[in-house]
Every structure is written in structure tokens, then in C-alpha cells.
């Protein structure tokens, strides 16, 4: 792993912990509104400056960050699980299974993938397990196809052909001898699209449609705050920042694991 | 020839099916009765049960898929529950927009990117490719919605060069173009990149430089035709998520196009408006995707050979 994918690592580690222990390091309440400091541009009490409720910024920042990657990560991972289930199973039975499987894969993916997302969202009450539900609604298929891919190519090994042949059944096969051998693509490729899900979730959080105030998420702080753009740029500045720079940390991992291990060339992030 | 593209345009047919159905089944699976909304809280049960019959909304959910599909093969979309317009033609009104606003990130993005990406792919781990590779990634790592608010503060409300939102000409076009493209011009110079330095290893270009042929001639017309074909890919792809609104960009910048149509849509539950927009957008993906391939088949002489898809 090259140098900038060891800071982007290190970044991210520290995101992580900072969210794990939010409740440790930041010892303001993130939703107590303060009417006697509305709007206060960063200081030493307020480092990040205070939002239109009075609330500190920093704070918020950090408890969003908890929320804006849980919700994110734990997508990404929902998604790897439907898109490895669909993937095994359509790979490994051929045939009519295969065919079906794979149009809906196709179909989900001839979607413009934030309008799905978005249509997907709506049919829930907003909230984090709305999102999740929607992120991963979406973003399973592209997983799926990889994996089938990946078990088209392992069916032909003779160590499967020695499993059929000692009488494993088709369940063992798939979860004993084709599941481990899927699953270090299937992580790294969850790692190449996670900076994809961060922004995706900050989308339709800033669309209003993830948690619900007073809870912060990145996305919905920017939303919340947008009309006061002019006259206290800070409310709108810092939630945005962390987007960008965890999104971009992302990707970079996402290209160190792309060019060490070769896959998804298209080059696209996300 | 024909049966390429004959292929490509028969597997349409169901594939428009399938989108008609899953539109119609997330829309109806929406929370939250429209009549309610339409009729306001002090209604009375007779008023209610009239609405619901006016929109139809009393039948069963099979027969009013059928009738929905019906209506949309007359090459109707039904009314808008709200204003009571017909659906197609206030997608028809505000299409135009769209296209104009999708057209100008295009314009904006396409060039610079092309040549970034070929300058970074002949400029391997130099400088140069460095500092490029980390600006497009940085241009795809920021969320559209914040970068469009940072522009409409800086040129819109600080600066005061342009006005900071609404609909019109080109100068009202301009902020919400650039937010559309910077995203656009990071992708295509990553795709450039790649696909550059995957054909300049190519024996074709080995013998190309044996037999003499300046560097710039080979760069121009040998590397760029070959490494075209993944980015004409993603232009086209970009092209058509933009066609078929922008929701986030068009709603900042309050451009008066499909996405914030279908946005509205959503926020009022109104069904016949969500579905036209999201059948309509999608198609249109769909049918940029077929031009996309089609192109495929006059720039790769390799696919008209083969007769798949790459």
C-alpha cells in the first residue's frame, strides 16, 4: 500500500474511533439547544461555531459522523450479503435460476441508481434503517454480478469437481468451498464502494429522508442550515468538509485495493 | 450489423416492462393515502369514497396496473392529483431544461477531462500524473449538494457575478452546470487514464513507432480512437443520469427541470407525477445506454466481429 493509501487508512481508523467514542470526547449534548448563542461563528467555546438552534457545531459533527458511517458501512455490508446469496446461488445453479437471477440484476442496475434509491426511500417512514434499506436495495446488484462472475470461473476448478465427486451436496459446496472463496472479493470490493454509499447516504439524508431532526447526520446538518449560507457560511462548511474528506479517503483506499488486487477497472469511485 | 443492434433493441422491450412494474409497485407501496391528502383533514366518508373512485384508487392494485400500462401505451401518463395537468406535458415543458442544463455540464466537463486523463496516463508516476490523479478523485469525493451551495455563496452571493438560483438563460445556467460537472470531469480523466495506458502497451502501437510515425500522430490518432470506447461508456452513462434530472442540483439551484419535478412528486405523494418522471427518466437511460452501444459498433470494429456486447 502506497503513502497516501496508509494516511487515508489512518484517517479512516481514526473516524472510526472517533464515532465509537464520541460520547467520551465530546461533552456537550449534540441536540441541547442554547437560544443565548444562536449563530456564534467558531471560538474557543465553540470551536466549529453554533447552528441556527444554538447547538454546538463540533459536537454534532462528531455524533453525525457516528450515524453517517454506521449507516453507510453496515449498507455496504447488507448489500455484500444479498449481492453474495444471489451471486452463489445464481452462479452455482445455472440454468433457468441463473437467467431470472440475472435480469433482475440488470434491471436494478438500469436504473439511475440515486432515483431508485430515493423511489426506494419513500416507502418507509424516514429514518436510519430507511436508508439503509435503500442503499442497499440499490447497491447489491453490481455485487451479485461480480460474484456469479467469480463462481462461473471456480465451478471449473478440480477441487469442485473433486467435492461433487466425494458426494458433497449442493449446500456444502456452495457454503463450504465456493463462499470462501468469494468472500476476499466481496470485502474488497465493499471497500472500493464505500465512498460511493457515504455520499449516497449524505444524499438522501440532505434530502430529508434519513434521520430525523433533532438527530445530526452530515447530511441533513447541511440541508437544515443552507438558508443561512450568507450570513454563517461555518454551519454549512464543517459537515460538508468531513463528507468530502472521508468519501475521498475512501476512494483512495479503494484505489490501493483496486490496483493490488486488479479488479473493477473502469475506474470509476463508487 | 443488424442483428447487434436488433438484439440490443429487443431486449427493450422487456426491460421497459420491468421498470413500468417496479415503478408501479414502489409507488404503490407508498405510505400514506393520497385521498387523505388530497381531500384535506374535515372531510366527510362520502367525499372520501368519490375521490377514491375519481382516481381510481378503489380497484384492485392487478387491474389498475393494467390500466396504468394501458394509459401509458395511448402514450398518456394520466393527471397530476394536485394541479390536475396531464403528467406528460409538464415533463414535456420542463424536459428542455433539463437537457439545456445536462448538455452544459457535458460541454464543461468532456474536453477538460479527456485531456487531463491523456496527460496523466502519458505522464505515468510523474508529477503531473500524480497531481492530476488526486484532483479527479477529490472531484468525485464531494457531495454535488455542498459544492453547489460553496459556488452559489462564492460567485452568487459574495462575489455577485451570478444570480444564485432560479431558471433562465445562461447566466442562470452556469452555477448549477459547473456543480453537475465537476463530478463528470473527475470520472471521465480517471477512465481516460486507464484506458489510455491500457492500449499503449499494445503491440499495434509497438509497431506503429517501428514503423516511423511521429509520437504526436500516435498519441492523436492511435492511443485516443483506441482508448475512446470506455469513455464515450461513461459519458454516455453521465449524460443520461443528468437527463434524467439532476434532483439534488436542479433542487439547490431551484432550475425548473425533471429532478426537482420528481423531487415535489415526492414530497406530495403525488403518484401519477413520481411514475411518469421515474418511467420517463429511466427510459431515457436506458435508451442512451442503446445509443451507447450502438456507437460501440461503428467506432470497435472488434464488436461487429464478435456481434456481443465488449
Known amino acids: 500500500m502506497g503513502l497516501t493509501g496508509k494516511i487515508a487508512s489512518l484517517f479512516i481508523v481514526s473516524i472510526f474511533l472517533i464515532s465509537v467514542f464520541s460520547p467520551y470526547l465530546a461533552n456537550k449534548d449534540p441536540?441541547?439547544?442554547?437560544?443565548?448563542?444562536?449563530?456564534?461563528?467558531?471560538?474557543?467555546?465553540?470551536?466549529?461555531?453554533t447552528d441556527n438552534k444554538g447547538r454546538d457545531i463540533l459536537t454534532r459533527v462528531i455524533y453525525g459522523g457516528r450515524i453517517s458511517i454506521s449507516v453507510s458501512v453496515l449498507a455496504a455490508l447488507l448489500s455484500m450479503g444479498i449481492g453474495l446469496l444471489v451471486g452463489l446461488v445464481s452462479g452455482y445453479a445455472g440454468g433457468k435460476v441463473d437467467t431470472v437471477f440475472m435480469a433482475v440484476v440488470d434491471l436494478v442496475l438500469s436504473f439511475p441508481s440515486l432515483l431508485l434509491a430515493i423511489g426506494v426511500s419513500v416507502l418507509f417512514p424516514p429514518g436510519i434503517y430507511t436508508v439503509m434499506i435503500a442503499l442497499s436495495s440499490v447497491g447489491w446488484a453490481s455485487f451479485a454480478r461480480l460474484i456469479?462472475?467469480?463462481?462461473?470461473?471456480?465451478?471449473?476448478s478440480p477441487y469442485i469437481e473433486s467435492a461433487h465427486a466425494i458426494g458433497c451436496n449442493n449446500w456444502r459446496i456452495v457454503f463450504v468451498h465456493f463462499l470462501p472463496q468469494c468472500m476476499p472479493l466481496a470485502l474488497v470490493m465493499t471497500g472500493l464502494r464505500l465512498g460511493g454509499y457515504i455520499l449516497t447516504e449524505s444524499a438522501l439524508s440532505f434530502l430529508g429522508l434519513g434521520a430525523q431532526p433533532p438527530t445530526a447526520t452530515w447530511g441533513s446538518m447541511i440541508s437544515a442550515n443552507r438558508a443561512y449560507i450568507n450570513s454563517a457560511p461555518w454551519m454549512v462548511l464543517s459537515p460538508g468538509i468531513m463528507i468530502a474528506a472521508t468519501a475521498l479517503c475512501f476512494n483512495l483506499l479503494g484505489d490501493s485495493l483496486r490496483e493490488r488486487y486488479g479488479i473493477d477497472r473502469e475506474g470509476r469511485a463508487g | 450489423m443488424n442483428c447487434y443492434i436488433a438484439k440490443k433493441v429487443a431486449l427493450l422491450v422487456p426491460l421497459l416492462f420491468g421498470i413500468t412494474f417496479i415503478t408501479f409497485a414502489l409507488t404503490n407501496a407508498l405510505p400514506g393515502d393520497p385521498v387523505y391528502n388530497l381531500v384535506g383533514e374535515r372531510s366527510t366518508p362520502e367525499i372520501i369514497s368519490k375521490v377514491r373512485k375519481e382516481i381510481g384508487a378503489d380497484k384492485g392494485i392487478a387491474r389498475r396496473y393494467v390500466g396504468?400500462?394501458?394509459?401509458?401505451?395511448?402514450?398518456?401518463?394520466?393527471?397530476?392529483?394536485?394541479?390536475?395537468?396531464?403528467?406528460l406535458d409538464d415533463i414535456v415543458a420542463k424536459f428542455p431544461n433539463t437537457l439545456m442544463l445536462a448538455l452544459g455540464a457535458m460541454v464543461i466537463a468532456v474536453p477538460p477531462g479527456m485531456l487531463l486523463g491523456l496527460i496523466a496516463a502519458l505522464k505515468?508516476?510523474?508529477?503531473?500524473?500524480?497531481?492530476?490523479s488526486a484532483f479527479s478523485i477529490s472531484l468525485?469525493?464531494?457531495?454535488?449538494?455542498?459544492?453547489g451551495l460553496l459556488l452559489m455563496l462564492l460567485f452568487g452571493l459574495v462575489l455577485k457575478l451570478l444570480p444564485p438560483s432560479g431558471?433562465?438563460?445562461?447566466?442562470?445556467?452556469?452555477?448549477?452546470?459547473?456543480?453537475?460537472?465537476?463530478?463528470?470531469?473527475?470520472?471521465?480523466?480517471?477512465v481516460t487514464r486507464v484506458s489510455v495506458l491500457d492500449v499503449v502497451d499494445m503491440p499495434f502501437i509497438r509497431t506503429a513507432r517501428a514503423k516511423g510515425i511521429a509520437s504526436s500522430r500516435i498519441k492523436a490518432v492511435h492511443i485516443l480512437?483506441?482508448?475512446?470506447?470506455?469513455?464515450?461508456?461513461?459519458?454516455g452513462l453521465d449524460f443520461a443520469s443528468y437527463l434524467n434530472g439532476a434532483v439534488l442540483t436542479e433542487t439547490i439551484f431551484g432550475w425548473d427541470g425533471i429532478g426537482r419535478f420528481t423531487m415535489e412528486g415526492i414530497i406530495k405523494r403525488d403518484y401519477p407525477v413520481i411514475m411518469g418522471c421515474i418511467i420517463v427518466g429511466t427510459t431515457l437511460f436506458v435508451l442512451s445506454n442503446l445509443v451507447v452501444d450502438i456507437l460501440y459498433y461503428y467506432i470497435d470494429p472488434r464488436?461487429?466481429?464478435r456481434g456481443t456486447d465488449r
Open chain 2, 167 to 190: 431558471t433562465g438563460g445562461l447566466r442562470y445556467m452556469l452555477l448549477p452546470a459547473i456543480t453537475l460537472s465537476l463530478p463528470a470531469l473527475g470520472t471521465i480523466a480517471r
Open chain 2, 68 to 87: 396504468y400500462v394501458s394509459l401509458l401505451l395511448t402514450g398518456e401518463m394520466g393527471r397530476s392529483y394536485f394541479t390536475n395537468r396531464r403528467v
Open chain 2, 124 to 132: 505515468k508516476g510523474r508529477f503531473a500524473d500524480r497531481v492530476i
Open chain 2, 303 to 305: 464488436v461487429r466481429i
Open chain 1, 148 to 156: 456469479r462472475g467469480q463462481v462461473l470461473m471456480l465451478k471449473e
Open chain 1, 31 to 49: 441536540d441541547a439547544i442554547d437560544l443565548d448563542s444562536l449563530h456564534m461563528p467558531p471560538s474557543l467555546g465553540h470551536p466549529l461555531g
Open chain 2, 140 to 147: 468525485l469525493s464531494v457531495p454535488v449538494f455542498w459544492s
Open chain 2, 225 to 235: 480512437k483506441n482508448a475512446l470506447i470506455p469513455v464515450v461508456t461513461v459519458i
